[in-house]
């Protein structure tokens, strides 16, 4: 009897130490939230270089091309917007809570308000807001006779915003059937 006790008293603190060692290891994915503030600074050269680009040709730019550099604009914010909602609500979800900071005047209001359920779905309403610039992108160089667009790449680009689209409305349906109002 002494025995049993003494194996099952072993036997829990084995698993409250993995316990501990599980719950430790989602630090693990601080690096990578990190990387996601690299990647930031990447599409921040990219705008830039972007809106030097459509100043630099403005004289000589086509209405079509002051859209089409604008869209790219608005591309790379809604990527970044992305990045951010995703490496805030993941770190405090997944790793830890940003005490610090929730008392700062600046801090977004959906900050630990945004859940997985909620990610996910903004993630999809974000791919679908990216999908459809790109396509709308390739519809003005289309409308354009530019020879980079074809009707072969047209129409699978539309068929990926269409599976992007029907993809937000199956994950809004299911979470709205899973009881999350």
């Not at 830039?48 to 591309?75: M, W, Y």
């Not at 990610?119 to 289309?142: C, D, N, Q, W, Y």
């Amino acid at each position: 009897m002494a025995e049993q006790k003494k194996s099952r008293v072993m036997l829990e603190k084995f698993e409250s130490q993995f316990e501990h060692f599980l719950f430790t290891s989602r630090w693990l994915m601080a690096p990578v939230y990190l990387g996601l503030v690299f990647a930031l600074v990447a599409l921040l050269y990219k705008f830039a270089k972007e809106i030097l680009d459509l100043f630099t040709g403005l004289a000589t730019a086509s209405s079509g091309k002051l859209i089409i550099g604008v869209l790219s604009l608005v591309d790379v914010a809604l990527i970044m917007n992305l990045l951010i909602i995703v490496m805030f609500s993941g770190y405090e979800n997944f790793v830890s809570r940003m005490g610090d900071l929730h008392d700062h005047e600046d801090r977004p209001d959906w900050m630990g308000h945004i859940g997985f359920s909620d990610l996910k779905i903004k993630l999809i309403g974000s791919m679908v807001a990216i999908s459809g610039i790109e396509l709308l992108k390739m519809f003005m160089l289309f409308s354009q006779n530019d020879d980079h667009v074809g009707d072969r790449t047209l129409i699978w680009m539309v068929v990926i915003h269409v599976v992007f689209l029907f993809s937000g409305l199956f994950y809004a349906l299911m979470d709205r059937l899973g009881g999350k109002h």
